[in-house]
Nanobody
Framework: VQLVESGGGLVQPGGSLRLSCVTS????????MAWARQVPGKRLEWVAT???????VYQESVKGRFTISRDNARSTMFLQMNSLKPEDTAVYYC???????????????WGQGTQVIVSS
């Protein structure tokens, strides 16, 4: 299993970023996939989920600002983040949804994540 996140960076409040998660080693199209984020010293926080049928669920704080999507042909997932706020600052990880929901912790086989910093 390989999960590789990218697209993070430094952005001003109100700005936008698009995160990507390229995966391999498992049947991506059959999995519910999710984004989670973590601030140093704090617990992993679930952000959004996209199911195999493309239905989506969002954490309340990101509803209307973030959009999760997937491209099964490329085994890739995305997170479009608009109207970013300083409290969105974190390292963002992608993983199968059940790994985030059940364990609530970053797993050793996950990617390194991508850092998002929202600051003026």
């Amino acid at each position: 299993v390989q999960l590789v996140e990218s697209g993070g960076g430094l952005v001003q409040p109100g700005g936008s970023l698009r995160l990507s998660c390229v995966t391999s080693g498992f049947a991506f199209s059959t999995y519910g996939m999710a984004w989670a984020r973590q601030v140093p010293g704090k617990r992993l926080e679930w952000v959004a989920t996209i199911n195999p049928d493309d239905s989506t669920v969002y954490q309340e704080s990101v509803k209307g600002r973030f959009t999760i999507s997937r491209d099964n042909a490329r085994s890739t997932m995305f997170l479009q983040m608009n109207s970013l706020k300083p409290e969105d600052t974190a390292v963002y990880y992608c993983a199968p949804d059940f790994e985030i929901r059940i364990t609530g912790k970053r797993q050793p086989w996950w990617g390194q994540g991508t850092q998002v910093i929202v600051s003026s």
